[in-house]
């Protein structure tokens, strides 16, 4: 099963031993009665709260504060210091993280620069995130999280960026006040050239989810609106296809980016 709009494709094995409990529930819940007229609706995108909950139970949305923080460690040691090097000194470091799923990795991004105070006393940054899922979005601007997000915090970190409400963990103002979200496409290439230029692009674990041609339509969205030797950070278990020469791959501490040639 493809969404050729999305770019989200569902081998059969996956719609059978995954997915098809939960698209049995959405239809029930919609009053559908056959899959084909539930397919076509997906497909000609008839009903948007249709669309919306369909995006909520195939995007993946499970992650946490400091995933893969080497990367972060990447960022702060060797990617932040470069572009305050060369970059105009009145031009703000702009930084995207693309899909941004429930806000952890954009958060993240905040507290390691004002844990490392050097380059936000000097220069301002912009740090967005982006996803296609709407309930994510919204949840990533409450900023509320479970104990299951904040495990790999230190203690000192949680009371610093954190307030304790009951069992969960709201971001504070300083936090909130430094990220913006916005609800977007990956594949809509000119909803992405919208949103400006960018000096480092996260996406992380999601072309995994993508088939080839998705997969090359995002890089080569992601490329359109770095800036000239941007970076671009993926996940660990992906790469891009060695024919695309729109980027070098270079290792940076214990991390590997992809730097826009």
């Known amino acids: 099963m493809k969404n050729y709009k999305y770019g989200i494709f569902i081998d059969d094995e996956k719609l059978e031993n995954i997915y098809k409990r939960k698209f049995l529930s959405v239809m029930n819940d919609f009053g559908y009665k056959d899959f084909e ?14 669309i ?8 993946v949305n499970e992650t946490y504060f400091f995933r893969e923080n080497y990367q972060f460690d990447a960022l702060i040691k060797y ?11 009145n031009e703000s470091i702009n930084i995207l993280s693309a899909p941004c799923s429930t806000g952890e990795e954009v958060y993240s991004i905040a507290i390691y620069l004002f844990e490392e105070k050097n380059f936000i006393q000097k ?3 912009l740090l967005l995130g982006v996803d296609i899922d709407k309930q994510a979005i919204e949840k990533a601007k ?6 299951r997000s904040i495990h790999k915090l230190s203690r000192n970190i949680v009371n610093k960026y954190f ?29 992405m050239k919208k949103l400006g230029k960018f000096d480092v692009i996260f996406s992380r674990n999601m072309l995994i989810y993508f088939d080839e041609n998705n997969k090359r339509e ?14 671009l950070f ?28």
Do not use: M, W
């Not at 990617?79 to 000194?89: Q, S, T």
């Not at 995002?218 to 970076?231: D, Q």
């Not at 060695?242 to 290792?251: N, Q, V, W």
């Open 37 to 50: 007229n539930f397919y076509r609706d997906i497909i000609f995108q008839k009903d948007s709260k249709l």
């Open 52 to 59: 919306e909950k369909i995006i909520e139970i195939i995007t």
């Open 79 to 89: 990617v932040i210091p470069e572009l305050d090097k060369i970059g105009p000194k």
């Open 123 to 125: 220069r301002d940054f």
């Open 142 to 147: 409450k900023g509320i999280y479970s104990e």
């Open 163 to 191: 307030i304790k409400k009951g069992g969960f963990y709201q971001v504070k103002d300083i936090l909130k006040n430094a990220v913006n979200f916005k609800v977007i496409n990956v594949l809509d290439k000119y909803a």
């Open 218 to 231: 995002a890089i080569n969205n992601f490329y359109n609106i770095l800036k000239p030797n941007g970076f």
């Open 234 to 261: 993926l996940g660990h278990a992906e790469t891009i296809p060695k024919d695309i020469k729109l980027f070098k791959k270079e290792k940076l501490g214990e991390a590997f980016v992809y730097r826009k040639v």
